[in-house]
């Protein structure tokens, strides 16, 4: 399946492991990893950072205590899995690439293998349709998606005779990011970058990086020219546009209990606690895009201000701090 690849203390080993897939309806291997991050119980911390690339998360794993074990995974489906402490609490950095089916495999996964509360913070990158200005920091309180409308694109005919009643995009309604951790997000990132550089506001998240977010492409008929004014029709607060957040909102309000195990366990839904921040690497304003160099100098600061809010968050419930954990193991 994928290259397993575990330092302790300085020591890199390296395996490869085939595991019988057992479960159709929810595939797990025969020694509990799960499909597609390939993670099992032990591997992953109730406190979660995830980004897009694997650079990103290797910049903020340089964080991680140096005096405590680092565990890496990278899956044959693109996941890479880094887990550690960070001021001496369990801490995961997981690189999940990019789109909502991805967010929607890692959350859903991870929550299966983890006992106790999770609290996921994102941090990637945006495009701007506010005032926001590239190298800015946009903190997403809450957000919407929007969808390619594929029945719209159906038949070409009736849509250029203006008789269908389809519209080419859908707009959903908004999720929000969990109030508390987000606030102590926008607390560290205001710290960290100056309170001109960072603003908080409404995401639209988009499944496509071209057509639902408006881009311009003559190989397709996408019928987006008016995209971005329709955003600020539909909803005119919304300031960042990006291809992942609304997901890890949606499934946070979504979920259940499950899979708590303390019999004291009061908790009956939202066991996932969610907030989202975003660089911005274009301006849809003025069409300007980020440089590589300020890309690389901003995450290296915003790296320390998200682990700082991650650890301060407080969480009820947890997995279970025993030495089946990576993060114990030497």
Same mark, same amino acid.
């Given at each position: 399946m ?7 203390? =300085? ?5 490869? /492991? ?6 159709a ?26 980004? =897009? ?6 910049? /903020?794993?340089?964080?991680?205590d %140096? ?18 402490k960070?001021?001496?609490v ?5 690189? #999940? ?8 495999? /890692? ?18 990158? *945006? ?6 200005r590239?190298?800015s ?27 269908s009643? @389809? ?5 959903t ?9 987000? %606030? ?8 960290s ?5 960072v /603003?908080t ?5 988009c499944?496509?990086?071209y ?32 291809? @992942?957040a ?20 009061t908790?009956?839904?939202?066991? #996932? ?16 895009? #980020?440089s ?5 100098? #901003?995450?290296?600061?915003a ?6 809010a991650?650890?301060?968050? @407080? ?9 089946? *954990? ?5």
């Open positions: 994928s290259n397993l690849i575990n330092y302790s203390n =300085g020591e890199m080993k390296t395996s490869t /492991f085939e595991e019988k897939m057992e479960n309806n929810f595939p797990m291997s025969d020694k509990g990893r799960v499909y597609h991050v390939e993670v099992k119980r032990g591997e992953v911390a109730n406190r979660i950072i995830t980004v =897009g690339d694997h650079t990103r998360a290797e910049e /903020f794993a340089q964080y991680l %140096k005096d405590s074990p680092l565990f890496r995974l990278s899956s044959a489906r693109g996941f890479l899995t880094i887990t550690g960070y001021k001496g369990p801490i995961s950095i997981i690189a #999940i690439g990019m789109g909502l089916p991805m967010m929607d495999f /890692f959350v859903r996964e991870v929550r299966s293998v983890v006992d106790g509360q999770l609290a996921i913070i994102r941090f990637g990158t *945006c495009g701007s349709i506010g005032a926001a590239t190298g920091i946009i903190v997403q309180n809450a957000a919407f998606a929007i969808t390619r409308n594929y029945n719209y694109f159906s038949d070409t005919e009736e849509i250029e005779s203006e008789l009643d @389809e519209k080419p995009y859908n707009f309604k908004i999720f929000h990011a969990d109030p508390q951790l987000y %606030k102590k997000i926008e607390l560290e990132l205001i710290n970058f100056g309170e001109d550089n /603003f506001g409404l995401n639209a998240t499944d496509s990086f057509s639902s977010q408006g881009r311009k492409d003559g190989n397709f008929r996408d019928y987006n020219s008016n995209l971005i004014s329709t955003i600020s029709d539909v909803y005119p607060e919304a300031i960042s546009l990006e291809m @992942e609304f997901m890890l909102f949606h499934l946070a309000k979504s979920s259940t209990s499950l899979p708590l195990k303390d019999s004291n366990n908790i009956l839904k939202n066991s #996932i606690k969610a907030a989202s921040a975003a660089m911005v690497v274009a301006d849809r304003v003025t069409n300007d895009f #980020i590589p160099v300020k890309v690389h100098d #901003i995450q290296k600061v790296g320390k201000a998200v682990l700082n991650l650890v301060d968050f @407080e969480l009820i419930y947890v997995h279970p701090d025993d030495d089946d *954990c990576v993060w114990n193991q030497n």
